[in-house]
């Protein structure tokens, strides 16, 4: 019989709802508290990497996702619009190299939308309108069980903490699972002061471009909507990257340039003809599919240091997700890495798959052992997307002549020594295989001594 623990996670994004799923089937009462009053469509596109869809295919959801595009080419340009990588049945590649999995292109609420229903299908409460405010661990108790004495017993559990909502209900969990994003709360709550994130100095104009919004006179633009691929632009200090998402019936393109938003502005609607202007002279691929855009919403990246433990002390209180590894977006990987974070937190959780978790004084443990399978990894990530912003956003001279010859070689079949690196880390051969290549519950397994 599976301990039960009442497992309470903070935000229904897509690691909580991860987490969610992954908790459930372990065999515990989930509950998901999300301060959002509905599940908006926020943030359009994302781009799902085996890593992450063979979890959602083991957890039955992947076929469930509405639309899912997988791209068959995966092309790097130049800001100019030269050719510099390019790789053709880049879907296929994929699900060759990596067990299938595929690499694919959705919208945001879609995936999030399919989560829900198999986490409720599996029990989970998702509770909308719940903002968490304050948790507080009991003190006088965490004295005592410092000691290792609760009642005159020996103890390895500290007492339940108690979860405070806005609307100013209460309630307690076993484990609560804080994956409530870049802004999160419970981080600051763990860290015992307000944690901000830090701004990047890069921010992202967002864009949603609708198969209709482009004449049907403009086939050549039309087919870059219709015929899932993926697509890069690289230029000084920025770049721009495209996908189709809703079976073909939607390109999601996103520009990713210097911030020059106010401190403490997120987000707000973009200026069209601004927009435009900071891509003048680029590509006139990528210009004209500029002038069809209606409407653009532009977004600060942040990001934050590494923390010293995902853990509270109490082990009744882990992060997961943004709220802990927050990384920029150039390598698609913060929701995709989210995700791991959920299975590998939730498989930890189960007594089936591992057995060094048998009840709630193992919480210690499980945490610590998730931590140092997790931390490392996400932060890792974290960092490689400041790599790629670095080879993608070169300046023009030297080091793009480099950079450029670099690419030239493998396009020639001249690159590619063992061991060798690849300017752009989405078709890189040793990085790509390290991110996509990952299985969760094989980590799991192979940490637990299974395998
Ligand atoms: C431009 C851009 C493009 C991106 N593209 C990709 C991509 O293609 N692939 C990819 O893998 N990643 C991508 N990302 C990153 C990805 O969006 C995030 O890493 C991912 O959404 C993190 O998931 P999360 O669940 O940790 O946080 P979030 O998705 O932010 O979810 C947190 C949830 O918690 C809720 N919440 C917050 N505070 C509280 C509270 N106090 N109480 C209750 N609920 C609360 C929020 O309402 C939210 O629903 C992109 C990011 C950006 C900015």
């Known amino acids: 019989m599976a301990p039960r623990l009442e497992i309470v996670i903070v935000g229904a994004g897509l690691s909580g709802l991860a987490a969610a799923v992954q908790c459930a089937l372990s065999g515990h009462s989930v509950t998901v508290l999300e301060g959002a009053k509905e599940l908006a469509e926020i943030g359009a596109g994302l781009q799902l990497t085996p890593n992450a869809t063979r979890l959602l295919q083991k957890w039955g959801i992947y076929d469930n996702i509405q639309g899912t595009c997988e791209p068959r080419t995966c092309t790097v340009y130049s800001y100019k619009g030269t050719v510099l990588a390019h790789e053709d049945d880049f879907n296929k590649n994929c699900r060759r190299k990596y067990d299938n999995a595929p690499f694919a292109d959705c919208h945001r609420v879609d995936l999030q939308r399919a989560l829900v229903d198999r986490a409720e299908d599996l029990g989970v409460h998702v509770v909308l309108g719940s903002r968490v405010v304050g948790i507080e661990f009991p003190e006088d108790h965490q004295k005592e069980t410092a000691n290792g004495i609760q009642n005159g017993q020996p103890s390895t559990t500290s007492p339940k903490p108690k979860i405070t909502l806005a609307t100013k209900q209460n309630l307690t969990a076993d484990l609560i699972v804080a994956a409530d994003g870049l802004w999160s709360t419970c981080?600051?709550?763990?860290?015992?002061?307000?944690?901000?994130?830090?701004?990047?100095?890069?921010?992202?104009?967002?864009?949603?471009?609708?198969?209709?919004?482009?004449?049907?006179?403009?086939?050549?633009?039309?087919?870059?909507?219709?015929?899932?691929?993926?697509?890069f632009w690289i230029g000084p200090d920025s770049h721009a990257v495209a996908y189709s998402m809703r079976g073909g019936t939607m390109l999601n393109l996103v520009l990713l340039v210097p911030d020059d938003l106010d401190e403490g502005v997120a987000k707000v609607e973009g200026n069209l003809e601004e927009m435009r202007a900071l891509f003048q002279g680029w590509d006139p691929?990528?210009?004209?599919?500029?002038?069809?855009?209606?409407?653009v919403s532009k977004w600060k990246l942040m990001h934050r240091s590494p923390l010293p433990s995902w853990t509270h002390p109490s082990s009744r209180l882990v992060l997961i997700g943004d709220a802990c590894h927050p990384m920029l977006p150039y390598l698609a990987q913060g929701a995709n890495s989210s995700i791991e974070d959920g299975a590998v937190l939730g498989a930890l959780l189960s007594p089936s798959i591992n057995p060094g978790f048998k009840n709630e004084t193992d919480l210690k443990a499980v945490l610590a052992l998730f931590e140092s399978l997790r931390k490392k990894r996400g932060e890792r990530i974290a960092r490689m997307t400041f790599e790629q912003r670095r080879d993608f956003h070169m300046r023009d001279g030297k080091e793009q002549v480099?950079?450029?010859?670099?690419?030239?070689?493998?396009?020639?079949?001249?690159?590619?020594?063992?061991?060798?690196?690849f300017p752009s880390r989405w078709t890189c051969p040793v990085v790509q295989p390290w991110l996509y290549g990952y299985d969760a519950f094989r980590e799991v397994e192979e940490a637990v001594g299974r395998v």
């Open 285 to 295: 691929v990528l210009t004209s599919l500029l002038t069809h855009v209606p409407t």
């Open 402 to 421: 480099e950079r450029d010859e670099v690419f030239r070689a493998w396009r020639e079949g001249a690159g590619g020594k063992e061991g060798e690196s």
């Open 187 to 231: 981080r600051s709550i763990l860290l015992n002061r307000i944690d901000a994130p830090q701004p990047t100095g890069d921010l992202a104009y967002r864009i949603v471009l609708e198969l209709d919004q482009i004449p049907k006179s403009n086939t050549k633009l039309r087919d870059m909507v219709q015929q899932p691929g993926m697509r």
